[in-house]
């Protein structure tokens, strides 16, 4: 798939890769965090959408630095600039399978599970009328050529503001897995939401860290090291105790 008709791709929005079908792998699930469970944007780096100039991304990892002014209400945007509208020099590239495993692993990720964090930033609102995340994706674009595949998709949910002030969480998406995605596979981040009429919204990767259960045997196992190492120091004491005599 050349530039060209990725972009048209891309402007089709929701004629090819939408809606949801039974090609998505996992359906994902939002949650409120608590206050004790927020982790700021700044040690949770990459972005993939957010309209701020403080990315804390690693090298390398692009991701789509939208203009806010407050003016419009309603965006449909991909995790990279990929048609140039909405650039601030990011280029318009894929993530990889390569590029997401490694960025996870390199920060302990093994599980290769994480969530995308959402800082909400419209203010109050009408019960009818609070912001809403109408669909967030992840999209498996394949290799050059393939047919583009929702491999993760959120239905639509109410996401009003939380914590007023950017650089922390409201809500975290989860159920992300990318164990079964090949490291050449091109893939991109969808969001789109209405009703937003202040400060623009952000979404970033926050990794799944999971404890590695020590082995059963590993216990026994440092238990007769111990005792070997008794072992030898009484024996080590019983000839000193001969050659004494």
């Known amino acids: 798939m050349n530039r060209l008709l990725l972009a048209a791709v891309l402007l089709a929005g929701t004629a090819l890769i939408a809606p949801a079908s039974a090609a998505v792998l996992n359906n994902l699930s939002i949650n409120v965090l608590a206050d004790d469970q927020v982790v700021p944007q700044s040690s949770s780096a990459p972005c993939i959408i957010c309209a701020t100039t403080q990315a804390h991304n690693p090298t390398g990892f692009g991701y789509n630095n939208f203009n806010s002014t407050g003016n419009d209400s309603s965006f449909n945007l991909f995790s990279s600039a990929t048609t140039g509208e909405f650039g601030n020099n990011v280029q318009g590239t894929f993530y990889t399978g390569a590029l997401l495993k490694n960025f996870l692993t ?53 996401i009003p503001n939380i914590r007023n002030g950017n650089g922390s969480a409201d809500y975290l998406i989860t159920g992300f897995d990318l164990s079964s995605i090949n490291i050449g596979d091109r893939l991109l981040f969808r969001a789109a939401w209405d009703h937003a009429t202040d400060g623009g919204e952000s979404f970033y990767i926050v990794p799944i860290l999971t404890a590695v259960p020590i082995p059963a045997a590993l216990p026994l196992f440092a238990a007769g090291l111990a ?19």
């Open 106 to 158: 390199s920060v302990g990720d093994q599980t290769l599970t994480f969530g995308v964090a959402v800082d909400v930033n419209t203010a109050g609102g009408a019960d009818g009328n609070k912001e809403t995340l109408s669909l967030f994706q992840l999209i498996n674009f394949g290799q050059v050529g393939d047919t583009p595949t929702i491999i993760f998709d959120l239905a639509a949910t109410a």
């Open 227 to 245: 005792g070997l190492g008794l072992l030898a120091a009484r024996r080590k004491k019983k000839t000193l105790d001969v050659a004494a005599a």
